[in-house]
């Protein structure tokens, strides 16, 4: 299907827009050539009206009037066939000109299938591959601190672009979606069932218990003056009076502090006992009361729900994010320290295996090979479609300016090719009378 050439690729263009869509002199190789051939052809044409004139005088003068005119006609010729590669000769619209941005689709599609059908083969690549040592090449740069700068510098430079192209209010609501999905879907009632029955099969529920104790002995070293104020309200004014509150209320936190420090120490104590005994009973609740599995998880989606955590799970991506930009940042992160030393070793490791190596190789193959198998026809595609949607003008401008030099060649030697021809067939025609 042929597409109107825009006014840009006409040869009556203007010099702005000529410069949109060609290099300057600088950067068209082929320039000087085009006018040398240009200039040729305007020798030929001045050559072939002198000799016209005075070949009446000079009989002789027919052999270069030949060989002038016969390479005019070359020169047109070329001169035409070149042109109508890229544009219509003259602006007019002669059919089969402008063949370039004509078919620029066709084009595009048959450089995609070139490109399938000839490199992106399977066993192409893995003719390729085949006896290409990948894994010892990585380990011989991995090896040598100084060796494998350009590869961690390159690996650091590749993490920083990923990092940065990511869309942060994205992978912040997936992170926080996720974290939350999976703490609601938990079911921590029945975890905490568990821990507590493990704990007290390997007995080691006594921690729990004297952790409880420690707390209760600080709560009621924190809280006697509150005791005392209310031992001292439920008494009579008369008892107040004779000082019986304090000594009621003495009598109580010393017994409160030396039933903790019983329970603490005798850890067959009958309260201690009783403690095992409703802890066995809370683990089996918690894996078998509906209620009480019920009460949990509304607690635990209540605790998700407070602000506090949601922006919690809100920062987690960017704290991350940041974790790793920093890491980047730093020059010697792959090189010096426990991660460069990892490395080093790693890389000597597999460099001293061929096992190993053959092995990462056969991999990588497969890999590679695989992937040309799965998405070739998607790469081509991607090339194909990069190329139809070039501006017509650039892709001309690329194609004219790859080939042009050979192309201004075959004007000049259309010009003496064409010259030399007229001049051969004038000469036999004068000595065959």
């Known amino acids: 299907m042929q597409t109107r050439t825009p006014a840009a690729l006409s040869p009556l263009r203007t010099p702005a827009q000529r410069s949109a869509v060609e290099p300057s002199g600088a950067a068209d190789p082929a320039r000087p050539l085009r006018r040398l051939a240009t200039g040729l052809l305007v020798v030929m044409a001045a050559i072939f009206a002198a000799s016209n004139h005075y070949a009446a005088a000079y009989p002789a003068l027919g ?3 030949a060989f002038a005119e016969a390479s005019m006609v070359g020169g047109l010729a070329d001169w035409f066939a070149v042109t109508a590669l890229f544009r219509h000769p003259l602006g007019l619209p002669i059919p089969h000109t402008a063949i370039v941005p004509n078919n620029k689709e066709r084009i595009a599609n048959t450089i995609g299938r070139f490109l399938r059908t000839n490199f992106l083969v399977p066993h192409v690549i893995a003719r390729r591959l085949d006896g290409l040592d990948l894994a010892g090449a990585v380990a011989r740069r991995l090896a040598q601190p100084e060796g494998g700068g350009r590869l961690r510098q390159a690996f650091r430079a590749l993490a920083r672009q990923l990092l940065t192209a990511v869309d942060d209010a994205a992978i912040t609501a997936m992170v926080r979606g996720s974290v939350d999905r999976r703490l609601r879907g938990f079911d921590i009632a029945s975890a905490l069932g568990g821990a507590i029955e493990r704990a007290i099969e390997n007995r080691r529920h006594g921690a729990l218990v004297d952790a409880g104790l420690r707390w209760m002995s600080k709560a009621l070293a924190d809280n006697e003056s509150l005791i005392r104020d209310q031992v001292r309200e439920r008494t009579s004014w008369v008892m107040r009076l004779a000082g019986i509150d304090s000594t009621i209320a003495d009598q109580i936190i010393s017994a409160l502090n030396t039933t903790l420090r019983e329970l603490a120490t005798d850890p067959a104590h009958p309260m ?15 894996t078998h009361d509906a209620g009480l599995r019920a009460k949990v998880e509304a607690l635990r989606d209540e605790v998700l729900s407070h602000p506090a955590v949601t922006d919690y799970l809100d920062g987690l991506w960017v704290s991350v994010k940041d974790g790793l930009m920093r890491a980047t940042d730093d020059p010697g992160l792959l090189s010096e320290g426990p991660i460069g030393a990892t490395l080093r070793r790693l890389g ?5 295996d061929p096992a190993i190596r053959e092995q ?3 991999y990588a193959r497969r890999a590679i090979v695989g992937a040309v198998a799965s998405y070739g026809d998607s790469i081509a595609a991607i090339v194909s479609d990069t190329v139809k949607g070039w501006d017509t003008g650039m892709i001309t401008a690329k194609l004219e300016g790859v080939v042009g030099r050979d192309l201004q060649y075959i004007r000049m030697n259309g010009t003496i090719v064409g010259g030399l021809a007229g001049l051969t067939i004038y000469t036999v025609s004068q000595l065959i009378g």
């Open 360 to 362: 990462i190789n056969a």
């Open 348 to 352: 000597a490791s597999v460099e001293a």
């Open 63 to 65: 052999y270069v009037r």
């Open 272 to 286: 201690r006992l009783k403690a095992t005994e409703s802890l066995v009973g809370l683990a089996f609740d918690l």
